[in-house]
Every structure is written in C-alpha cells, then in structure tokens.
C-alpha cells in the first residue's frame, strides 16, 4: 500500500506544469503559434503568448492563485498561519500586477485555471483561439455575431 501511495505523490508532483503542456499541445493542435514564457514586461512573464495577435495566456495553479473551487476556503491556522496569509496575498499582487502590465503593453490577458485546463483543453483551446481572432481584428468583439 505504501509503494501505490509512493507512486500516486510521486505521480502527483510530475504533473505539477502539466496543465501548461496540456493546454500548449491543445492550442497547438487548434493551429495557435505561441511563445513560451517570454517575458513581456518587467514582471510580467506570462506562460505563453501568441505573438501575432498580442494574446497573453496565464495558466493560475488552484491552491496558489486560489481557483474558487480549489483554494483554501477559509482562513489559515496554525502558528505560521500570518506567513501563509501573506504569501497568497503576494501571489494575487503578482497577478493582478501582472495582468494590468500585459494589458498596458497592449496585451490581451487571458487566464485560466489549472482546473479547467486539465477537466477540458480543447475547450481551453477554443477560448484562447477566440481571444487570438477577436484581438486580431482589432475590435475586440466578435465578428461573426449577426
Ligand atoms: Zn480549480
């Protein structure tokens, strides 16, 4: 019991940027060219960009970005429970900061959860493809509305 135990956290810590890989490959597939953690502005490095377009991708860890289905809930306890406190708060800084900077340099900010990446990449897929279109022309709406 031990070893499958072993192997499902061994198995769990692996697929750590798999949602990244998933969402790549996906986007790949739907024809997308990307960038890999091209650094876009000082402290803004998101995990792939489609040049082209101007469409920046950010794939947010659930515990860490605090997905509203993953994250922590309630508040931390426990002796290091300030230190916990301020590092999520850092973390949503950093985003946030980060976006509002992709956004100054002229680019579409597009972010996703791990969740989502891993329950449905194609679907991911399409969303980034959409943005990627509707930032190409320029309106950013769709075009295709009747
Ligand atoms: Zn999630």
């Not at 301020?86 to 597009?110: F, I, P, T």
Request: include cysteine; hydrophobic fraction near 35%; proline fraction near 4%.
């Amino acid at each position: 019991m031990s070893t499958k135990e072993g192997a499902h956290l061994s198995g769990r810590r692996k697929v750590n940027t798999a949602p990244e890989v998933l969402l790549r490959r996906a986007v790949h597939a739907a024809g997308g060219r990307f960038r890999l953690h091209r650094r876009i502005a000082k402290g803004c490095t998101p995990d792939f960009v489609m040049p082209s377009s101007h469409v920046a991708v950010f794939v947010d860890g659930c515990f860490w970005h605090g997905c509203p289905e993953h994250g922590r809930k309630t508040a931390w306890t426990g002796p290091n429970a300030d230190l916990w406190t301020e590092k999520m708060r850092r973390n949503a800084e950093r985003d946030e900061r980060a976006s509002r900077l992709a956004q100054l340099h002229g680019w579409s900010v597009l972010r996703v959860w791990e969740c989502e990446v891993r329950q449905d990449s194609a679907a991911v897929a399409t969303r980034v493809m959409r943005e990627v279109r509707s930032a190409s022309t320029g309106t950013g709406r769709d075009v295709s509305t009747p």
